[in-house]
């Protein structure tokens, strides 16, 4: 995991978000997903088509547990990264 340059930020600091690591966010690489935690940008993989289709369709298959009918199992809370 890429981090923003030594002496922008310390992990943890609160208050505003240092210039170079915002122009890093947005200038992060396309294939790369890119997010701000405490003033710390980090880089990740993007997942790849084929395990971003796979999540979708268990998703879907899932949703019965999510939101339930009356008289349908359920009450999880399911969240997809």
Same mark, same amino acid.
């Given at each position: 995991? %890429? =981090?923003? %340059? /030594? *002496?922008?930020?310390t992990p943890g600091?609160? *208050? /505003?978000? &240092?210039? #170079?690591? $915002?122009? *890093?966010? =947005?200038? +992060?690489?396309?294939?790369?997903? %890119?997010? $701000?935690?405490?003033?710390?940008r980090s880089l990740?993989?993007?997942? @790849? =088509? @084929? @395990? #971003?289709?796979? %999540?979708?369709?268990?998703?879907?298959?899932?949703?019965?547990?999510?939101?339930? +009918?009356?008289?349908? &199992? *359920?009450?999880?809370? $399911?969240? #997809?990264?």
């Amino acid at each position: 995991m %890429a =981090r923003a %340059a /030594a *002496g922008d930020v310390t992990p943890g600091q609160r *208050g /505003a978000t &240092p210039p #170079a690591v $915002i122009e *890093g966010y =947005r200038h +992060a690489p396309e294939h790369l997903v %890119a997010e $701000i935690i405490d003033g710390v940008r980090s880089l990740l993989p993007r997942p @790849r =088509r @084929r @395990r #971003a289709r796979g %999540a979708t369709r268990l998703a879907g298959k899932l949703v019965k547990f999510d939101d339930p +009918a009356v008289g349908d &199992p *359920g009450g999880w809370v $399911i969240l #997809a990264e």
